[in-house]
Every structure is written in structure tokens, then in C-alpha cells.
């Protein structure tokens, strides 16, 4: 279930609209959900509206809204205290990765950092390598 009832009509909308920071229509946030209205009032009715993550990530897109704000909004036992925890430690594992290619070459260009990184995710080499010249 939803934080606070979060998943009930008027809260809800209450919710995207705030999230959205703008006025959004009942129209605009059943078709956010891929649903027809009968089918909207009768998820939310049974519960079922705000089951799936997938289905409030899309929706956040839809609206343009940040879909790690809307779960944190939404989901009960994701704070914000998790999703700020989350994503230093993602800035940590870049800053890593970053220092250990700038370790390497501190004359280092930015096509050969980005072909280093796609080189480390791929496992392929994009390398830029210049010919060599001792022929």
C-alpha cells in the first residue's frame, strides 16, 4: 500500500499534481497508467493501481516526473534518506573509476577517457589509439 494512502483518489492526485508542479487532469494520469478510465477507478478501487514499480516508473515519465521521488513518495520503507544513500554511493563508484583513469594519464583527452569507460562496460575496445609510428 501506498505511504499515507497515497494510492486513493484525491491523494493521489494530490501527489503527481505536487510532483508535476503543475495541474494535471484525471484524463492526463489514467492514460499515464496505459489505462482506459473504467479500468483506472477500478485498479485503484481493488488496490492494484500502484502494485508494480515498473508500472510507477513509467508513469513518472509520463508525467515528467523524477520516478525516485514519486517511489519515495509512494512506497512505504523507501525514505529519502535511501535514495540519497543510493546514489552517493553511485557517485562514489564513478569518482573511483574516474581517479583511477586520471591516475593513469594525467594528459589523458576526453575521447580516450570515454573510450576507456565504454571499454570497461563492454569489455570491447573503442580505444582512439594512434597508428604506430616506429614502422
Known amino acids: 500500500m501506498a505511504k499515507d494512502d497515497a494510492g486513493g483518489g484525491d491523494a493521489l ?3 503527481l499534481t505536487g510532483l508535476a508542479g ?6 492526463e494520469i489514467w492514460e499515464a497508467f496505459g ?3 473504467a479500468q483506472f ?9 500502484l502494485q508494480r514499480a515498473d508500472r510507477v516508473v513509467a508513469v513518472a515519465h509520463k508525467l515528467d516526473i523524477n520516478p525516485v521521488e514519486l517511489l519515495v513518495n509512494l ?5 529519502t ?15 573511483q573509476f574516474l581517479g583511477r583513469l586520471s591516475a ?10 570515454a573510450a576507456q569507460l565504454l571499454d570497461s562496460i563492454t569489455g570491447v575496445n573503442h580505444g582512439f589509439e594512434e597508428p604506430d609510428k616506429r614502422a
Not at 503543475?22 to 484524463?27: D, I, P
Not at 477500478?42 to 488496490?47: C, K, P
Open 13 to 15: 492526485y494530490a501527489l
Open 22 to 27: 503543475r495541474r494535471l487532469t484525471n484524463q
Open 35 to 37: 489505462l482506459s478510465k
Open 41 to 49: 477507478y477500478e485498479a485503484r478501487r481493488s488496490g492494484k493501481l
Open 75 to 79: 512506497v512505504p520503507g523507501i525514505e
Open 81 to 95: 534518506a535511501d535514495a540519497i544513500e543510493y546514489v552517493e554511493k553511485k557517485r562514489s563508484e564513478a569518482a
Open 104 to 113: 593513469r594519464s594525467t594528459e589523458r583527452n576526453v575521447d580516450d577517457i
